[in-house]
């Protein structure tokens, strides 16, 4: 079967790039919403319409969206998007505003309520009409949302998070200013570099992967494993915020033309039992997920043994396969990762968590995720994951 390759059409990249975002919308639409969180568009909302204004495009303004965005939230940006009478969205910040953004195009595009388009209900690609012109100026470095298909909306009425997977909802521009994730702290810049590492270590391992995909997904993990240390240590290394920028966007445009795999299936559950940011959970689990899954295969995670240090071209491939794992370990030791569950997480006594964990090993397999896995796992192997987990990460910080 053929392959498809989605991406932005347009990309702009460098010191000074959300000066262009009028520019690259001028000839797209003449009415914006902009969406951002109250603090971020506080410190760069006003830039972002400076630019739009003088490109001759007016503004409404939503900028109530909410971390883990819900139906709600996405409702009531719709409502302004029509007021005001928009033809085009521009997104400001991270994953929650993206995909408040993408999520508000797909109802302007198609009608209806949001939760329809879930993969749940519509399956994947189940969004006939491509989203108004979109533009996202980002402001974290680890989702690539800007990059995917995906949109994640929090369902207030369950709780759960559901997934929309379309084409039709790819942003059409993509801008990645280094100036606007300066200010991130030292914290979530780990969070969110590894949970870009886990999107690209995923989609080159995945069994969906191809040479698109894998090509983005090297290049990934080779700009992030290098720069992410030097971002973490120093947060005005404008190189090192522009290298895991570029990272990260390759790593959402690996997975999004390949797929993510088990530690995505697993994190979700994970991280709503510890209350941890979605970065953190992947970080802890994707070392023991690479162990888990190297007989699946072994010359992927060989690569990326050398492509971290771990192994050399003349290293077994047995050998470096299994030096992958330890050696993401390390990187996750080397940005203080796991200190940071004291103050983001909530570690729970281990005959709770061990009472939960055989409806997380269930929720991560009814993801669907663990089937793009290159060693499928069962439910049981699924839960001795877990608990591995407990017994050599989480127990020290209970
Ligand atoms: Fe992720």
Not at 109 to 138: F, K, S
Not at 188 to 206: M, Y
Not at 213 to 239: C, F, K, M, Q, Y
């Amino acid at each position: 079967m053929p392959e498809r390759f989605v991406s932005p059409a347009e990309t702009v990249v460098g010191s000074g790039a959300v000066d262009s975002v009028g520019d690259r919308m001028a000839d797209r639409g003449s009415r914006a919403l902009v969406l951002a969180t109250s603090g971020v568009f506080d410190r760069f909302g006003q830039r972002v319409r400076d630019s739009l204004t003088d490109a001759g495009i007016e503004t409404a303004v939503f900028d109530e969206v909410r971390p883990d965005p819900t139906v709600a939230n996405v409702e009531a940006a719709h409502e302004l998007y029509r007021e005001a009478d928009c033809d085009c969205l521009v997104t400001l910040g991270g994953g929650s505003p993206i995909d408040t953004g993408k999520a508000v195009g797909v109802v302007a595009a198609n009608g209806g309520e949001i939760r329809e388009y879930a993969t749940d209900r519509a399956g994947y690609e189940g969004v006939p009409e491509q989203i108004p012109p979109l533009c996202a100026v980002n402001t974290t470095a680890g989702t690539g949302s800007e990059a995917t298909r995906s949109i994640v909306i929090t369902d207030e009425t369950t709780s759960t998070k559901f997934l929309v997977v379309s084409t039709a909802c790819v942003p059409t521009v993509a801008v990645e200013d280094p100036e606007l994730v300066r200010s991130l702290p030292p914290s979530h810049t780990a969070f969110t570099g590894i949970d870009a590492l886990t999107h690209a270590v995923e989609a080159f391992v995945s069994v969906h992967a191809w040479e698109m995909s894998d090509t983005l997904a090297r290049s990934a993990i080779d700009r992030i494993v290098r720069w992410l240390p030097v971002a973490w240590a120093n947060g005005d290394h404008i190189e090192a915020r522009e290298q895991t920028l570029v990272g990260q966007f390759q790593a959402g445009q690996a997975f999004t033309n390949s797929s993510v795999a088990l530690v995505h299936g697993m994190a979700r559950p994970f991280g709503a039992q510890l209350h941890v940011p979605h970065g953190l959970a992947n970080a802890i689990l994707l070392p023991y997920v690479m162990e888990f899954s190297v007989q699946g295969a072994p010359e992927r995670y060989a690569e990326i043994a050398r492509r971290l240090g771990a192994a050399t071209e003349s290293t077994p491939t047995r050998e470096a396969a299994q030096a992958a794992g330890p050696a993401v370990r390390e990187l996750c030791t080397d940005v203080s990762l796991y200190g940071y569950l004291d103050e983001f997480g909530t570690v729970p006594e281990r005959a709770a968590y061990a009472e939960v964990v055989p409806e997380m090993a269930a929720d991560a397999i009814a993801s669907g995720s663990p089937d793009n896995n290159p060693r499928k796992p069962s439910h049981e192997e699924v839960a001795d994951l877990y608990m591995t987990v407990y017994d050599d990460v989480l127990e020290a910080y209970q």
